[in-house]
C-alpha cells in the first residue's frame, strides 16, 4: 500500500537520487551511533534495545540491530508497500555494516558524554530525515511511527518519543544512572529534529 500518493507536488526520485539519499542518511544514522556507543550511551527504538543487548552480552551492535528488525520488515511490506520493504531493509543492512565497519577505522578515546548525546541526536535525526524522505527507515519504532502519522496525523517524533521512556525505563535497571540521563538527552534532541522538521507534505512515498 503506497500512502500519501493523491498529494499534489509529491517528490519522485530516480532510482540514483534514492539510493544516494539513503546511502549518505545510513551514514549519517551510524555515525551518530558510533558517537553513542564510544560514550556507553543508548537510545531509543530497535537500535537502543540493540544497544543495550550488545552491552550486556558483549555481541555485534550491527549483528542485533539487523536481527531484532527482522519482524518489522514484513509490517513495513504490509503498511507501506515493496518499495518501502526494500529500502527499509537496504538502509538497516547499511547502517548494521556501517557501525561495525566505523569502529576499527574511527577510533575515540574519550568522547564526553553530553557531547556524543547531542551530537548522535543531531546526526542520527537528519539522517532519519533523510531516510525519510526517500521513504527508507530504521525498521522497528521508526516504520510504526511512520503509520501512525500517515494514517492518524500523530507526529512521528512523538511516537518514538513515548516509546523511547518505556525503553529507558529499562535501561535504567542495566545501565549506571547518569549514562542512562545522557541518554536520554540524545533522545530528546533527535526526537525534537524530527517533531520540528518531518511534515506529512514534506516527507511522502515516490
Excluded: C
Excluded at 19 to 47: D, Y
Excluded at 159 to 175: P, R
Amino acid at each position: 500500500m503506497v500512502m500519501n500518493a493523491d498529494l499534489p507536488d509529491s517528490p519522485h526520485y530516480t532510482a540514483v537520487e534514492d539510493a544516494q539519499g539513503l546511502l549518505v542518511a545510513s551514514a549519517e544514522a551510524a555515525l551518530g551511533i558510533h558517537l553513542l556507543r564510544a560514550a556507553g550511551l543508548v537510545t531509543g527504538g530497535t537500535a537502543g534495545f540493540a544497544l543495550v543487548l550488545s552491552y550486556l552480552g558483549g555481541w555485534s551492535f550491527g549483528l542485533v540491530f539487523f536481527i531484532i528488525n527482522i519482524p518489522f520488515f514484513a509490517l513495513a511490506f504490509y503498511a507501506r508497500g515493496a518499495s518501502f520493504f526494500v529500502k527499509s531493509l537496504a538502509t538497516v543492512s547499511l547502517v548494521s555494516v556501517m557501525a561495525e565497519a566505523l569502529k576499527p577505522v574511527l577510533e575515540i578515546g574519550y568522547i564526553h558524554p553530553g557531547v556524543a548525546a547531542v551530537l548522535f541526536g543531531v546526526s542520527a535525526g537528519v539522517g532519519l530525515l533523510g531516510l525519510f524522505r526517500h521513504s527508507g527507515s530504521l525498521g522497528g519504532m521508526s516504520i510504526i511511527a511512520l503509520i501512525l502519522q500517515d494514517r492518524f496525523g500523530f507526529r512521528a517524533g512523538y511516537t518514538q518519543l513515548i516509546h523511547d521512556g518505556l525503553l529507558f525505563a529499562f535501561a535504567a535497571f542495566v545501565l549506571p544512572p547518569e549514562r542512562v540521563a545522557w541518554s536520554l538527552l540524545g533522545a530528546v534532541v533527535l526526537n525534537a529534529v524530527i517533531a520540528f522538521n518531518h511534515r506529512r507534505d514534506w516527507y511522502v512515498v515516490s
